[in-house]
């Protein structure tokens, strides 16, 4: 079973900083495209941002632009979202999604959320 984990959550004041870890086992990281996506009370799951597989590539939406960065570890096997000041509304479930065949721009398929296999997703609160 294709497992994806999600690590690195919690609650933070406005302005901090948190870095997400998404892991996985039975498959190697380095050879999908990776996405982070959440999901907010009451809303509709949304992409936060994503990967190509050479790392070359990435894709952030509009409301984490110059604030959050994707990347990746291959050697741990491992894909980080660096999250720097943050909002209250960036409050959400994230998750974490893998992806085995690059069909069209990283952009296209963040925005698709057409990924083979998913995280459990981990709770991000940023809060007063």
């Known amino acids: 079973q294709l497992q994806l984990v999600e690590s690195g959550g919690g609650l933070v004041q406005p302005g901090e900083s948190l870095r997400l870890s998404c892991t996985a086992s039975?498959?190697?990281?380095?050879?999908?495209?990776i996405g982070w996506f959440r999901q907010a009370p009451g809303k509709e799951r949304e992409a936060v941002s994503c990967?190509?597989?050479?790392?070359?590539?990435?894709y952030y939406s509009d409301p984490v632009k110059g604030r959050f960065t994707i990347s990746k570890d291959n050697a741990k096997n491992t894909v980080y979202l660096q999250m720097n000041s943050l909002k209250t509304e960036d409050t959400a479930v994230y998750y974490c999604?893998?992806?085995?065949?690059?069909?069209?721009?990283?952009?296209?398929?963040?925005?698709?959320?057409?990924?083979?296999?998913w995280g459990q997703g981990i709770q991000v609160t940023v809060s007063t």
């Open positions: 999604a893998a992806a085995s065949f690059a069909w069209t721009t990283v952009q296209a398929m963040c925005r698709s959320s057409e990924f083979d296999y």
């Open positions: 990967i190509r597989s050479s790392g070359g590539d990435t």
């Open positions: 039975e498959f190697t990281l380095e050879y999908y495209t």
